[in-house]
């Protein structure tokens, strides 16, 4: 790929064509939700049920030796693709939210006891509290938070004096999917390491839109989603170091994930297929590994300047609009999302007008209440931008805004 | 659907006739909409022969919901609490003059859920309020 063009791009995703309202192309800013998912993605999918459409890891047959094959070929994309040593570090789950709760579930039950502290932050999507929460609740465990600034980002210092508390667990966002902060995981693993404590990272938002490889942040885990970087719904990942994953519990129970079964006992299986229980979610799992080739088609590297550039462009007009209010940091130090109040509208309202534009745009808390009583807001209007977004289509947004701002005579 | 924005939800939810509270008063009840954080407190006074004399809102939340609130205010007073009881989302919808998706539906109908909890002296509301009696 020489240069990166969005304009080429849009024509891989069929729906970016598409007429949400009568003379309106669909302006889809919402790739923080969901992504799109281009041609290559759906089309993998259905050769496979075309195809090869069988059960994985046991038949015998033609058909099901290739549907393993392919299935374990998305394995080793994703391995390399995050920078894991070896494709057993990658376990599959339904989502990130599934991730978590299977390191909450499994690693936390064994390894927690009555009063540890695990460190999160404040900005935290409740994937990453609530396992957390229903796990203080069994097992008594602190939960402490890093505090966001008025800028949206993470306090440090007060990271630096928790850590005096010898935490047995940090878990922490990559990327804020409110505010775009990214969050610097090299030092906070670094850091967490040398107290002892084990690392989390919630890379929902990191890894479809930065280079993420885990030998470089050493952190322990890593959780994210499919179908937020380009791929199906229903698969999220697990990245987790061997030795962690080797000596923790299984999760569910079930097939798959069995060595031998009798009556009254079972042998778990060995790594990854531990902790995939039951048929996993195979044509989604292969439409992960063609949005992984996808994506390193374009280039992490290249993907990041684009949206580097893109919320430089946004955060620029958007600063136009009397009475908006983006928080969260600068765009040096953000992805591409720009969450706003606009004085005298609430978010629902925004939102509904923008759409009559065909403007796709969220809002709400985003899921993540806490963070929004941070700032003292109910709710936010957030743009979210990726690989197939264009400048006019930023600017279709601030003219959106402006006929909101008509609408509600403000 | 520019039209969802008709000039008297507007008006309704930027200059609102019935917000406020009414201390004492013989009903009250607080519901929230956890989706967007809408939330809207509906306040009564009602007589001897079971008439609404007085009512009030409060809360916050998008234009809908508002405007909602303050068309559904006006339009019970003077009603009994039996007429009450039989209001549905229809009523509701007739006061807007609109039609709304699922999900706006919810806060359109927020306001009607207070009203009706609390006129039925329910611990917690619930859809089948929107229903009739």
Known sequence: ?410 | MDDLYREVIIDRSQNPIFKGKLDPCDITFEDENPLCGDVIRVDLRVDINNHITEAAFDGHGCAISQASADLLMESIIGKKIEEIKALTKQDVLDNLGIELGAVRLKCALLPLKALKAGVYGLSKSNDDLLEGE
């Not at chain 1, 989604?284 to 996808?294: F, H, M, R, S, T």
Request: glycine letters at 6%.
């Open chain 1, 1 to 410: 790929m020489t240069t990166f063009n969005p304009e080429v791009i849009r024509k891989d995703f069929p729906i970016l064509q598409i007429e949400t309202h009568p003379g309106k192309e669909l302006v889809y800013l919402d790739s923080t939700a969901t992504t799109q998912k281009p041609v290559s993605v759906l089309k993998s999918m259905d050769d496979y049920y075309r195809s090869s459409n069988a059960n994985i890891h046991r038949g015998i047959y033609s058909i099901a030796e290739e549907a393993t094959a392919k299935y374990e070929a998305a394995r080793e994309k994703t391995a390399r693709f995050v920078g894991a040593k070896k494709n057993r570090e990658i376990i599959f789950t339904r989502n990130a939210t599934e991730s978590i709760n299977l390191v909450a579930y499994s690693w936390g039950r064994t390894n927690l006891s009555p009063g540890d502290l695990v460190i999160l932050t404040e900005m935290e999507h409740h994937a990453n509290l609530v396992p957390w929460q229903m796990l203080a609740a069994e097992k008594e465990i602190r939960l402490e938070f890093i505090p966001v600034s008025d800028e949206g980002l993470l306090d440090l210092e007060t990271y630096h004096e928790l850590l005096k508390q010898e935490p047995k667990l940090v878990a922490f966002s990559h990327m804020s999917n409110v505010l775009g902060t990214i969050t610097p995981a090299e030092e906070i693993t670094r850091l967490a390491h040398n107290a002892g404590a084990v690392v989390l990272i919630d890379g929902a938002q990191s890894v479809p839109h930065l280079p993420v490889n885990m030998q470089d942040i050493g952190a322990d885990f890593l959780a994210f989603s499919a179908h937020k970087m380009c791929g199906p719904t229903g698969v999220g990942v697990l990245f987790g170091k061997e030795e962690i994953l080797d000596a923790m519990p299984p999760f569910q129970g079930g097939g798959d994930m069995i060595k031998k079964v009798h009556l009254r006992s079972f042998v778990p299986n060995d790594l990854p297929y531990k902790f995939e229980a039951g048929t996993p979610a195979i044509a989604e799992v292969i439409g992960l590994g063609a949005a992984i080739d996808y994506l390193n088609e374009l280039g992490m590297e290249v993907i990041r300047r684009h949206e580097k550039e893109m919320i430089n462009h946004a955060l620029k007009k958007l600063a136009d609009v009397p009475g908006l209010k983006v928080i969260g940091p600068q765009a040096d130090q953000k992805g591409a999302v720009a969450s706003f109040s606009l004085q005298g509208v609430h978010p629902h309202d925004v939102a509904q007008i923008l759409d009559t534009e065909g403007i796709a745009v969220r809002a709400g808390h985003h899921c993540a209440m806490p963070l929004h009583e941070r700032f003292h807001l109910d709710a936010t209007t957030r743009a979210s931008l990726y690989i197939y977004n264009t400048t006019e289509e930023v600017d279709k947004l601030v003219e959106g805004l402006l006929k909101v701002r008509k609408v509600f005579r403000v």
